[in-house]
């Protein structure tokens, strides 16, 4: 199995609240793991991309981190949300080999208030 | 600077038509390339993966590649109204292993009207 878990599905938070985006992945061991943005309306954000447990590369200087913790895992947090945050996030994997195509979950839809 | 250009749409084919989807890129390097379907609301699905110049066969869907001119295109045969998404083309190197490498166009929605 390749299943993607995202979670929650839908999130209304508050200007200034914290955030954590959780994403648990099943099969291969070691998946290349990436965090996707999608504001409304408009294309898809590469945000964090992870090659290995505790290796993160960012895209987009901004107010999110990402973490890997697990090999498995990947977060997405903030400490603070701006307005500007809200969106539809979306996690990735990338499939067995170097020229695989990503699969993504289900996808968080963040409203920030 | 790598570019994935899409005409955004609305591209409007009756139901049975085939539907036309176009994409160009602007990295002659370009090996890897993928059709996404997103339905609205929901996350991108994989519909198709091409490699190779020429045509790629999948039930009604028909990727075809051209690298000399730097295209690729996406043929859906008897369009149904359950098609009407969008359609997002992405290209990578051969071998990525770094999420920079990919990069998506805007996508092209698509209405299939009965």
């Known amino acids: 199995s390749q299943t993607i878990h995202q979670w929650p599905a839908t999130l209304v938070q508050p200007v200034g609240s914290p955030l954590s985006l959780e994403c648990t992945v099943e099969?291969?061991?070691?998946?290349?793991l990436y965090w996707y943005r999608q504001a409304a309306g408009r294309g898809l954000q590469l945000l964090f991309y992870s090659v290995g447990i505790g290796q993160i590369s960012s895209e987009v200087p901004q107010n999110l981190s990402a973490s890997r913790p697990q090999d498995r895992q990947f977060i997405l947090s903030s400490k603070k949300l701006l307005l500007s945050d809200s969106g539809f996030y979306l996690c990735?994997?990338?499939?067995?080999?170097?020229?695989?195509?990503?699969?993504f979950g289900n996808g968080t839809r963040l409203t920030v208030t | 600077q790598k570019e994935v250009e899409q005409n955004s749409g609305p591209l409007s084919v009756p139901e049975g038509a085939i539907a036309s989807l176009n994409c160009t890129y602007s990295d002659r390097g370009s090996q890897s390339f993928f059709w996404y379907r997103q339905y609205s609301g929901k996350s991108p699905e994989l519909i198709m993966s091409?490699?190779?110049?020429g045509d790629k066969e999948d039930g009604r869907f028909t990727a075809q590649l051209n690298k000399a001119s730097q295209y690729v295109s996406l043929l859906i045969r008897d369009s149904q109204p359950s098609d009407s998404a969008t359609y997002l083309c992405?290209?990578?190197?051969?071998?990525?292993?770094?999420?920079?490498?990919?990069?998506f166009g805007g996508g092209t929605r698509l209405m299939v009207k009965p």
């Open positions: 099969g291969t061991s070691n998946p290349n």
């Open positions: 992405a290209v990578a190197p051969g071998f990525y292993n770094a999420g920079n490498m990919l990069t």
């Open positions: 990735a994997r990338q499939g067995t080999g170097g020229n695989s195509p990503l699969h």
């Open positions: 091409i490699y190779s110049n």
